[in-house]
């Protein structure tokens, strides 16, 4: 079953507009200010649906649960494949939102209950780490996939249509996942709606009454909720630099940015791979997953500190070793922050509690996306478009870092 588990973050990542969505973006003509809408609506969207999904996931079924998630991910990438105008993308986004709210924290949630049955929840950080490593795997050989999609079509379109075909075949993976409980077999309609309603109550009482989880919430909207909001920023950052390599200049414009891209999110993602894997390592190595959440703090001030003398300086290449250093260290923190969480939380209640921690990092980035990319644009033409990012992100990694310390 643990292979299977891996596959799904494999199979799941293998998302090959991920790395130029934003670029396909701005060639038909749309700001960064709309982005941010698009982006931060799709959060927004995520923020009202996420609890009631994991309170169903919990109460329903979450194999049928991950099922809907993906076959709501087919229609949304269907969407941006031919999108040009905001009605349009944002009913993509609209069914993105869906995917994301019944997926997210409903296979976390898998994989700890299973490790509870079989007695292997000690070593819950270690195997959610080496599942999330299988997935940025599975990201970074998506990444050079993609790559190559571009430099041999010299058009973003096809990355949609090839992406279709992993998450067709994740569906087929999850038939071979653990039966729902039987706990919620048999029972009628009017029986699993309370269920779900009383699941939902339950686990946001958890949540805001427990002060420890409480805190731990707090934590992952400001870490994870900017760097989601931020992180494909990196995009017209790697846009810009590739320009001006002159190594490449023997190729057409689309196709050095298509293998810069490449490059860039194939060492981001094999790089966040390995620190995911080594996760429980890392939190045993500095004393426990409380200091290792402190010091991930203070490594992200670093790291936001790069980007801020890349920008600042013109040196683009400093600005995006700063994108791969956050990246790097959001994925030492997730399995970090979900081990915590899990300390925390009743096994019955911990997809609703997951949930909740996903939703207050989508509301973070519903509120923020839009204000960054209205921010990006008043720069635009300067030559320091990605100051705002810089700021930001350093903004709420000193304020991390005070929150974490109390």
Wanted: positive net charge.
């Amino acid at each position: 079953m643990l292979t299977r588990f891996c596959l799904y973050g494999f199979l799941r990542n293998q998302q090959y507009f991920e790395p130029f969505f934003y670029l396909a973006l701005l060639t038909r003509g749309i700001d960064f200010f709309t982005i941010g809408i698009l982006f931060g609506a799709k959060a927004l969207m995520v923020n009202l649906l996420e609890i009631p999904t994991g309170a169903i996931a919990d109460s329903v079924g979450r194999r049928k649960s991950l099922i809907f998630s993906h076959i709501a991910y087919l229609i949304a990438i269907t969407l941006f494949s031919g999108g040009k105008n905001l009605p349009l993308l944002l009913l993509g986004m609209a069914f993105y939102a869906i995917g994301e709210s019944f997926r997210s924290g409903t296979h976390k949630a898998v994989i700890f209950s299973w490790l509870k049955l079989h007695g292997l929840q000690n070593q819950k950080t270690e195997i959610y780490g080496k599942t999330r490593s299988w997935s940025k795997a599975g990201a970074a050989i998506s990444a050079l996939i993609a790559g190559a999609i571009v430099f041999i079509t010299q058009s973003y379109t096809w990355l949609f249509w090839f992406s279709l075909i992993p998450l067709t075949a994740n569906i087929f993976n999850f038939l071979a996942y653990p039966k729902d409980s039987p706990a919620t077999n048999g029972k009628s309609f009017q029986q699993r709606r309370e269920a779900v309603w009383q699941s939902l109550k339950t686990g946001l009482s958890t949540c805001w009454n427990r002060r420890p989880l409480k805190g731990l919430l707090v934590e992952g909207m400001l870490f994870e909720g900017s760097y989601k909001t931020v992180k494909d920023y990196i995009q017209p950052m790697i846009r810009d630099f590739a320009t001006g390599l002159v190594l490449l200049s023997s190729f057409s414009a689309e196709r050095q940015i298509a293998i810069l891209i490449a490059i860039s999110y194939g060492l981001i993602f094999a790089l966040s791979s390995l620190a995911s894997r080594y996760a429980g390592r890392f939190s045993t190595a500095v004393g426990g997953e409380a200091r290792g959440a402190r010091l991930l703090w203070k490594l992200d001030l670093g790291a936001y500190l790069f980007i801020l003398s890349g920008v600042i300086s013109g040196q683009l290449l400093i600005g995006i070793i700063g994108f791969l250093l956050v990246t790097v260290l959001q994925n030492l923190w997730r399995p970090v922050l979900v081990s915590r969480v899990s300390e925390h939380s009743d096994n019955k209640l911990l997809a609703t509690v997951l949930s909740t921690e996903s939703q207050s990092r989508t509301l973070f980035m519903a509120l923020a996306a839009p204000f960054i990319g209205y921010t990006v644009d008043q720069f635009s033409g300067t030559g320091l478009e990605l100051l705002p990012i810089a700021i930001f992100g350093l903004t709420i990694s000193i304020v991390g870092i005070f929150y974490s310390a109390k």
